[in-house]
């Protein structure tokens, strides 16, 4: 399947502090990126969609000022977390949409302390 | 009510015996359904697509049911590595790529 890489892998940060989580795609262009938090023993929620070249479009209830995202090229999206509190602390994984289906990141671990 | 559901589990399951699961979506219209996997702390992992008219992919095997609109999926000969989550998704049918994901279902293969 397609490959798709996410880094940093794990951050530790303070409160306060903001984190930006690169996704890419390695293999292929993706024109649509997905961002998705999750929270243990609890099911992916989708965060925001990423459109390369546009705004991201935001799922209800998520603070585009506070979850900046940026698609500026076919096969890099990041993530920013700005202000991070522990509240933010979670799993975000990333995925990239092919013709097919979706293909996801490791993932990136955030401990906001 | 949520748009997919799945029983979490766990299913116990003796090393080489057959389990399998179902996954119910409540938008008529959607799509696309796909099983993944998800392993402890990890990304999940494509598993198969599931086509309408059910597919298998070597002990793997997906049924889509569109009347009572559910999904199942079938472990045979069940492997010690094939303990994990299984996440059931659909595809939203008025947007695509748009994946709706249901909480998973615990498999837990012993020895």
């Known amino acids: 399947g397609a490959v798709v890489s996410q880094h940093p892998s794990r951050v530790i940060c303070k409160s306060g502090t903001s984190v930006k989580i690169e996704c890419r795609s390695l293999?292929?262009?993706?024109?649509?990126m997905f961002w998705y938090r999750q929270f243990p023993k609890q099911s992916l929620m989708l965060m925001a969609t990423?459109?390369?070249?546009?705004?991201?479009?935001?799922e209800q209830g998520v603070e585009k000022d506070k979850f900046l995202i940026n698609h500026a090229s076919l096969t890099l999206s990041t993530l920013t977390v700005t202000s991070a509190h522990p509240e933010d602390s979670s799993f975000y994984i990333c995925?990239?949409?092919?013709?097919?289906?979706?293909?996801f990141g490791p993932g990136t671990r955030l401990l906001v302390l | 009510r949520k748009e997919v559901e799945q029983d979490p589990g766990p299913f116990n399951v003796p090393e080489g015996a057959t389990v399998a699961f179902n996954c119910t979506y409540s938008?008529?219209?959607?799509?696309?359904f796909f099983w993944y996997r998800q392993d402890c702390r990890k990304e999940p992992k494509l598993l198969m697509s599931?086509?309408?008219s059910g597919n298998e992919d070597g002990r793997f095997t997906a049924q889509l049911n569109r009347a009572s609109q559910y999904i199942s999926l079938l472990i045979r000969d069940s492997k010690l590595s094939d303990s994990a989550t299984y996440l059931c998704?659909?595809?939203?049918?008025?947007?695509?790529?748009?994946?709706?994901f249901g909480a998973g279902t615990q498999v837990v293969v012993t020895p």
């Open positions: 995925s990239a949409r092919t013709s097919q289906t979706q293909y």
């Open positions: 293999d292929f262009q993706a024109t649509t």
């Open positions: 990423s459109n390369e070249g546009s705004k991201a479009t935001y």
């Open positions: 938008n008529s219209a959607s799509q696309s």
């Open positions: 599931v086509y309408s």
């Open positions: 998704v659909v595809n939203g049918a008025d947007s695509w790529g748009k994946f709706q």
